[in-house]
């Protein structure tokens, strides 16, 4: 017998040993982040369950953008003497079912086109070329909210984050520097995030910026060059989403 459905609280732990066991995670290490993580809900997470057994998991994301609610589809994932059935496919099927409109990163897009997914952005990855003088000019939290929110407001296809989100944002202890009226989020060598101010941008060539290609066009990132690292992918709408890769799903 196959179901497709919500886990339930019982069922977390074997949910969280199946996704380690796909992904190659350490399962003791893996378990307190799981439950303490910001978006964790239970209903989000789907498990295909062949005789009783969970063989099959996947995790949505809300996600709201200023045309209306999508979802994102993360750690889609089949225990390794399952796969090939074509179970993953029913579990996505199950988890869309209410046609709400989502997106997914993908490193293979063969499983994910037979469901109806569309590539409609490439994720890149690629070393600044500096243009100033890096400074450390931190700013507080609010007053990046404040800068992104007011940036967020300006296209309805900007990913506009809710209080929970804000607060995924924060578990992550990003460290942000401004950037004229902007400022650049920064993670060791990597830049995700950065709302472009007035002025030279303040990167070195040792930081990466690692995000949508259409996102670096639109924000003209000086890059010495990049490459693709994976897929954006989308179900049930065209729009593609300005987004930065510190809301990866």
């Given at each position: 017998?196959?179901?497709?459905?919500?886990?339930?609280?019982?069922?977390?732990?074997?949910?969280?040993?199946?996704?380690?066991?796909?992904?190659?995670?350490?399962?003791?290490?893996?378990?307190?982040?799981?439950?303490?993580?910001?978006?964790?809900?239970?209903?989000?997470?789907?498990?295909?369950?062949?005789?009783?057994?969970?063989?099959?998991?996947?995790?949505?994301?809300?996600?709201?953008?200023?045309?209306?609610?999508?979802?994102?589809?993360?750690?889609?994932?089949?225990?390794?003497?399952?796969?090939?059935?074509?179970?993953?496919?029913?579990?996505?099927?199950?988890?869309?079912?209410?046609?709400?409109?989502?997106?997914?990163?993908?490193?293979?897009?063969?499983?994910?086109?037979?469901?109806?997914?569309?590539?409609?952005?490439?994720?890149?990855?690629?070393?600044?070329?500096?243009?100033?003088?890096?400074?450390?000019?931190?700013?507080?939290?609010?007053?990046?909210?404040?800068?992104?929110?007011?940036?967020?407001?300006?296209?309805?296809?900007?990913?506009?984050?809710?209080?929970?989100?804000?607060?995924?944002?924060?578990?992550?202890?990003?460290?942000?520097?401004?950037?004229?009226?902007?400022?650049?989020?920064?993670?060791?060598?990597?830049?995700?995030?950065?709302?472009?101010?007035?002025?030279?941008?303040?990167?070195?060539?040792?930081?990466?910026?690692?995000?949508?290609?259409?996102?670096?066009?639109?924000?003209?990132?000086?890059?010495?060059?990049?490459?693709?690292?994976?897929?954006?992918?989308?179900?049930?709408?065209?729009?593609?989403?300005?987004m930065f890769l510190t809301d990866?799903?």
């Amino acid at each position: 017998m196959i179901e497709a459905r919500p886990i339930l609280l019982e069922e977390a732990d074997e949910f969280l040993q199946v996704l380690c066991e796909v992904f190659e995670l350490d399962f003791a290490r893996a378990r307190p982040v799981f439950f303490s993580e910001p978006f964790y809900d239970l209903k989000r997470k789907w498990a295909l369950f062949r005789s009783g057994k969970i063989v099959s998991v996947l995790t949505t994301v809300p996600l709201r953008f200023g045309w209306g609610m999508a979802s994102g589809i993360a750690g889609v994932g089949t225990l390794l003497q399952d796969r090939g059935q074509g179970l993953g496919k029913q579990l996505i099927n199950a988890a869309l079912d209410d046609g709400t409109p989502a997106f997914l990163f993908a490193k293979r897009t063969d499983v994910y086109e037979e469901v109806g997914f569309k590539v409609i952005d490439s994720v890149i990855r690629g070393p600044f070329r500096p243009e100033s003088e890096v400074l450390d000019q931190p700013l507080d939290f609010e007053e990046v909210q404040t800068i992104y929110s007011a940036w967020s407001e300006l296209g309805d296809n900007r990913l506009r984050r809710d209080l929970q989100r804000w607060s995924y944002w924060k578990w992550h202890l990003r460290l942000c520097d401004r950037f004229g009226s902007g400022y650049i989020c920064r993670e060791p060598g990597m830049i995700r995030e950065v709302i472009p101010g007035e002025g030279n941008w303040p990167v070195s060539s040792s930081e990466e910026f690692f995000g949508l290609k259409s996102m670096a066009e639109s924000l003209g990132l000086p890059l010495q060059s990049h490459e693709h690292d994976m897929h954006l992918m989308a179900l049930g709408t065209d729009r593609v989403p300005e987004m930065f890769l510190t809301d990866q799903f």
